[in-house]
């Protein structure tokens, strides 16, 4: 059974989603994007869009009040972030998680949000 987006977003705590704007020929577009992993100094992101995307949310090492986004287009670096936030998990003060919001993007191929 699957469960559709719009719920499934509403039922997705703040922390674990964002939108994220970006700006084409002159037009605004916004796509909101669920956690999927995160390490010490790293969030990583997937957009809800037809064609998903990776965007990395990271720490600036000289000012922690900063953050950087980045999309990311080499799949090895995706592929890293999430070796890195599975290696760890969240129990008893570890740095890292792989979220379960994954889970629904694999078993939801098809699903995207429309805006």
């Known amino acids: ?49 037809a064609q998903r995307r990776y965007v990395t949310h990271t720490i600036a090492e000289d000012n922690p009040d900063e953050l950087e986004l980045d999309f990311v287009e080499d799949y090895a670096e995706v592929e890293a972030i999430l070796e890195d936030a599975g290696l760890y998990g969240v129990h008893d003060g570890e740095v890292g998680i792989v979220y379960h919001n994954l889970l629904f993007l694999l078993m939801n191929p098809e699903k995207s949000a429309e805006f």
Do not use: G, Y
């Open 1 to 49: 059974m699957s469960l559709d987006l719009e719920t499934f977003l509403q039922h997705t705590p703040a922390a674990e989603k964002t939108i994220i704007h970006t700006q084409k020929r002159n037009q605004h577009q916004q796509f909101p994007a669920l956690l999927i992993a995160q390490t010490p100094s790293q969030k990583l992101f997937v957009t809800l869009e």
